[in-house]
């Protein structure tokens, strides 16, 4: 059985910093593509982050810059680095896992909430 449990979320002031993890079972994370949402309350999940097999990383232009996406293979384990928080950014962040590297992803974690105060 796939899991994907994100742990890391949390109250942080603006400006502050989290690191976001997904641990993964049931697959081994360096046969796919793995990705970072968020969803904020009222508004539709949006891409934040991914990753291809190959260690390709894309980001959506809002956190560029701020947020790094990285895995590592032995823990089987992706994370998120988040620095410079912005309000906006507050969300529950979800991680989740793609066979392919384009299209949908085919599996996804319960999600954990950073809340960022002004």
């Known amino acids: 059985q796939v899991q994907l449990v994100e742990s890391g979320g949390g109250l942080v002031q603006a400006g502050g910093s989290l690191r976001l993890s997904c641990a993964a079972s049931?697959?081994?994370?360096?046969?796919?593509?793995l990705g970072w949402f968020r969803q904020a309350p009222g508004k539709e999940r949006e891409f934040v982050a991914s990753?291809?097999?190959?260690?390709?990383?894309y980001y959506v232009d809002s956190v560029k810059g701020r947020f790094t996406i990285s895995r590592d293979h032995a823990k089987n384990t992706m994370y998120m680095q988040m620095n410079s928080l912005k309000p906006e950014d507050a969300a529950v962040y979800y991680c989740a896992a793609g066979l392919s590297d384009a299209g949908a992803f085919d599996y996804w974690g319960q999600g954990t909430q950073v809340t960022v105060s002004s």
């Open positions: 049931g697959l081994r994370i360096s046969n796919y593509r």
């Open positions: 990753i291809r097999s190959v260690g390709i990383p």
